[in-house]
């Protein structure tokens, strides 16, 4: 696995408070089952912790507002480039991995 904070696969950030944006390819890819539903989400797998698929995104400014507002809820987020876009990705503590 490539080390998801090479600068080399990090873009410029504008700002202090932008959250960085990841290569995808960069982190490692999975299913997740929350414990309230059987049906598998698409997730990845970092520093030990799963982030559940929340949404595509066209635009990086508006990744980043809909990710400082869930920072702002006190979640963890995490964003990553796409050949397309930018995909927001959410820390699910009580999900496990999909069998």
């Given at each position: 696995m490539v080390n998801a904070l090479n600068p080399e696969i990090l873009p410029p950030q504008k700002s202090a408070n932008?959250?960085?944006v990841f290569a995808q390819k960069a982190l490692d890819r999975c299913h997740i089952i929350f414990p309230d539903c059987e049906q598998p989400t698409s997730?990845?797998?970092y520093e030990q912790?799963?982030?559940a698929y929340v949404k595509f995104f066209a635009s990086s400014e508006k990744?980043?507002?809909v990710a400082q507002r869930l920072i702002?809820?006190?979640k963890?987020?995490?964003l990553t480039r796409v050949r397309t876009?930018?995909?927001l990705w959410i820390h699910e503590p009580e999900a496990h991995l999909a069998k």
């Open positions: 932008a959250v960085p997730a990845i797998f912790q799963y982030y990744a980043q507002e702002g809820k006190g963890r987020v995490i876009g930018i995909v």
